[in-house]
């Protein structure tokens, strides 16, 4: 059986990397994630896989060397907290643009600004909308659990580099503060330039072999011609992650009349809501999405017919119930219920506001 | 079996600790386990508080608005908790320093006189472990021998050495707690 340890989510990030194989890990000091680097520093990969785990000099600094880590194809991965992040975005914009893979993880907190150390989720849209410029999307997993802070460093590597495109880990403050039970998973081993080469094909600038042309990876082309056919291309892939990946779990959802979104932790405490719910003979529902690009919108789609209402439920003023109601498109009414700058609903207060807003 | 609980208290008193024991204990039997502490602006207040969930089935919220026992080692923690128990539910409480006592009819409280215990006994760096014996006999929701372990899983090793002394605060605890209501 394998071994079960209470770690906080921010923890068993760390694990999870070392476990999985990552080459690099580079970041910067931030409130409520810095257990990541700590919990890296305290293992000491360095002496046993061979990781890296390096502090930069900023979150910019970070991610620059994501950029160059993962040109030579290594699986590499930064975290920080929300403010960091936005000092990431143009680097996730140039990677997406290079179509490089890599995992970032942001543990959101209060915004805007510096803001409060408090769990939040109000960087969904600058997670899934695009934080830096041009068009690009990123894979964006949210997890609920600390299992799953585990699990998906594993998922994130696997899609980041199935795609070759930058992956997040969107969690917050409560799912990376919070312990729980983990199961560890075999360890994986770093993969050889050689076993690069053969897993993921021969783009990454491993050294050039005299049966091909060097590689040039970069996400500048300034003829638009070009630029369009890499646009087009992006999209084309963007079409493909969406009609392959879509990952969600759904709660008491087949006789719902009702239907609660929700993700990470208000997913949990959604959780709760659903319980509070049946036990006033109210069939109510939750749909979690886990990958919030791609999102779950032909679930939802699905789902709509038999619903009377849906309530979108968030820490923050409400940024997916925009997605929700795009999917839903008009065909049953769509609440939306949040809190804002650190501060988080308990499932009674949820569940007032649900009673509410459909005068049930 | 559900028990949802939250110890509060001072910076420094092992509330944090407590709960991490408890919650290793709870993964020792089998069961299913949450811990989330404060770590917001009120841990630079001075008071310290974690939501601990010990669970046969998977644990959905870990916010709570309700609790099943509240631990309380101070007066804030008193005024903050005692309305946050459920009718029928725990509230246990270190009398060492506080003003206003309980004064709920609905549940049942006891006291442990933790501090002045684990003093006595000269182990007042045990005095969490106290208050969790005195918990334990009052809810006995883990066997003793997991308590242990769990205590093992959450000493680094260079600690392994104070196993006894914890093992006997937490029988301390088990022998002095009073009912009060």
């Known amino acids: 059986m394998a071994e079960k340890l209470l770690k906080k989510g921010n923890e068993a990030i760390a694990l999870a990397a070392i476990r999985y194989g990552a080459d690099g890990y580079f970041g910067y000091p931030i409130t409520p994630q810095s257990e990541v680097m700590e919990t890296l520093m305290e293992e000491m990969p360095w002496e046993t896989t061979g990781m890296v785990v390096l502090q930069a000099e900023s979150e910019t600094s970070s991610i620059n060397m994501l950029y160059g880590g993962a040109c030579c194809g290594k699986k590499v991965m930064t975290s920080s907290s929300s403010p960091g992040i936005s000092l990431m975005c143009e680097g996730l914009s140039y990677m997406a643009g290079a179509e490089l893979p890599c995992l970032v993880v942001n543990v959101i907190r209060g915004g805007p600004g510096l803001g409060t150390i408090q769990p939040a989720q109000g960087d969904y849209f600058q997670a899934v909308k695009g934080g830096g410029h041009g068009d690009y999307k990123i894979i964006v997993l949210a997890p609920a659990s600390v299992q799953e802070m585990y699990d998906f460093v594993g998922l994130g590597f696997d899609l980041a580099f199935k795609y070759r495109i930058p992956t997040m880990i969107l969690s917050d403050g409560a799912i990376g503060q919070m312990m729980e039970k983990v199961e560890l998973r075999d360890p994986v081993k770093r993969l050889t330039d050689e076993e690069i080469v053969e897993k993921y094909g021969d783009w990454a600038t491993v050294g050039k072999p005299a049966t091909r042309n060097g590689n040039i990876i970069s996400s500048l082309s300034l003829a638009a011609s070009e630029m369009e056919a890499i646009n087009l291309r992006l999209q084309e892939k963007y079409k493909t992650i969406e009609e392959n990946e879509i990952r969600f779990e759904k709660l008491m959802c087949d006789d719902a009349d009702y239907m609660l979104v929700a993700f990470g932790s208000s997913a949990r405490i959604c959780e709760s809501t659903v319980e509070i719910a049946r036990e006033k003979g109210i069939r109510l529902g939750l749909l979690r999405p886990i990958t919030l690009f791609p999102f779950p919108t032909p679930v939802i789609q699905k789902m709509t017919p038999q619903l009377k209402g849906i309530m979108s439920v968030e820490l923050n003023s409400g940024q997916m119930v925009e997605d929700v109601r795009l999917a839903v498109n008009g065909a049953v009414p769509v609440e939306f219920y949040g809190r804002m700058g650190g501060s988080i609903f308990s499932p009674e207060e949820v569940f007032k506001a649900f009673a509410e807003k459909f005068k049930l | ?181």
């Open chain 2, 1 to 181: 079996m559900k028990e949802e609980l939250i110890i509060a208290g001072f910076g420094g008193q092992g509330v944090l600790s407590m709960g991490r024991i408890l919650a290793y204990s709870g993964i020792m039997q089998d069961k299913e386990v949450t811990w989330m502490p404060s770590y917001g602006p009120e841990m630079r207040g001075g008071t310290a508080n974690v939501t601990v969930i010990i669970s046969d089935k998977r644990i959905s919220s870990p916010i709570l608005q309700w609790c099943d026992t509240a631990i309380v080692l101070n007066q804030q923690s008193m005024d903050k908790f005692e309305p946050m128990v459920k009718k029928g539910g725990l509230l246990l409480y270190d009398p060492n320093g506080i003003i206003r006592h309980p004064t709920r009819k609905d549940i049942k409280v006891c006291s442990i006189e933790a501090a002045d215990l684990s003093n006595r006994m000269e182990m007042s760096k045990a005095f969490n472990m106290v208050v969790l014996g005195a918990y334990l006999k009052v809810k006995p929701i883990l066997e003793k021998e997991n308590v242990i372990k769990g205590l093992k899983k959450s000493l680094p090793e260079r600690y392994h050495n104070l196993i006894p002394m914890n093992e006997q605060a937490i029988e301390l605890g088990m022998r002095h707690v009073k009912e009060v209501i």
